[in-house]
Nanobody, 117 residues
Framework: QVQLEESGGGLVQQGGSLRLSCATS????????VSWFRQAPGEERELIGR????????RYADFVQGRFIISKDTAKNLLYLQMNNLKPEDTAVYYC??????????WGQGTQVTVSS
């Protein structure tokens, strides 16, 4: 069973930045797409953005507005979510997601991000 593990969450002040990381138990990302989601208390999980792993193309949800960037380090086999100009409404649990053709989908356990005003 493939496992994903997020790290880098924490408490940050409004306007600050955080970089989340996602690692896979397989040691390398051999997936079709990798994505970041988040879920705030009482809300549904929502897509932040997605990267097509082989080509590196990305697409983001409208609310990102250029504040978040998904990137990868293929040498370290890590996926990143750089978050800038954080707002209190960005407070949520952030999840890494990976997808393979055939419907195989994997999730991490999430990392908490809290933005204070």
């Amino acid at each position: 069973q493939v496992q994903l593990e997020e790290s880098g969450g924490g408490l940050v002040q409004q306007g600050g930045s955080l970089r989340l990381s996602c690692a896979t138990s397989e040691g390398s990302f051999e997936f079709h797409t990798v994505s970041w989601f988040r879920q705030a208390p009482g809300e549904e999980r929502e897509l932040i953005g997605r990267m097509w792993w082989s080509g590196g193309g990305t697409r983001y949800a409208d609310f990102v507005q250029g504040r978040f960037i998904i990137s990868k380090d293929t040498a370290k086999n890590l996926l990143y979510l750089q978050m800038n100009n954080l707002k209190p409404e960005d407070t949520a649990v952030y999840y890494c997601n990976a997808f393979r053709p055939g419907g195989l989908e994997y999730w991490g356990q999430g990392t908490q991000v809290t933005v204070s005003s």
